[in-house]
């Protein structure tokens, strides 16, 4: 089934907060432990979740609601920056390609909708299965990251992934984005 990404409505608001904040919905790389529960209704409240420096899209899959995506400023050097970019995909819909398609949809928006030249993205060296969807969407593996993450008690290795426009422009796009 295709996907697409769009804007967070209102009535996405509880379902966001269940991925973002109950570990059986994040998955075991997303699960930072508890957070504020009203943080997405600020963010909400403030900008609809779009923002200067950032922001979060639903990833639909006709009237279901599959994950999400967010991106944030990186800054590069004093006169430029990137766009750091996640995704979370809810338990029903993993396995199907649906976080490559997104990841690739917000690849191409951003370069659409900013000047930026590069969009980067990170994931502890024990998921495999993000670093393939990150290859298939046209990212390239960067380098490992020792010790840069904290989860679950312990410092993990993380892995950088990297596309720039000219990268998005040789790779196909996968099936149905």
């Not at 997405?40 to 922001?55: F, Q, Y």
């Not at 967010?70 to 006169?79: G, H, Y």
């Not at 995909?89 to 976080?99: E, L, M």
């Not at 030249?117 to 290859?135: F, I, K, Y």
């Amino acid at each position: 089934m295709t996907i697409e990404l769009r804007a967070v409505r209102e009535d996405d608001l509880a379902f966001l907060t269940r991925l973002i904040g109950d570990p059986d919905s994040s998955g075991e790389y997303q699960w930072y432990g508890w957070q504020d529960p009203h943080r997405l209704r600020r963010l909400w409240d403030e900008n609809g979740m779009l923002g200067e420096d950032g922001g979060m899209l639903v990833i639909a899959s006709g009237e279901d609601r599959a994950g999400l995506v967010s991106w944030r400023r990186q800054l590069t050097s004093r006169v430029s920056y990137c766009w750091e970019m996640g995704l979370i995909v809810a338990p029903g819909f993993r396995g199907k390609g649906h976080g490559t398609r997104a990841q690739r949809l917000l690849a191409r928006y951003l370069f659409d909708h900013s000047p930026v030249n590069r969009v980067q993205a990170t994931t502890e060296l024990g998921n495999v299965a993000e670093q393939r969807a990150l290859e298939k969407a046209g990212f390239v593996r960067e380098g490992v990251l020792r010790g840069g993450g904290f989860r679950a008690g312990e410092w993990r290795d993380g892995v950088m992934y990297g596309i720039v426009r000219a990268d998005l422009d040789r790779t196909p796009a996968p099936p149905g984005a």
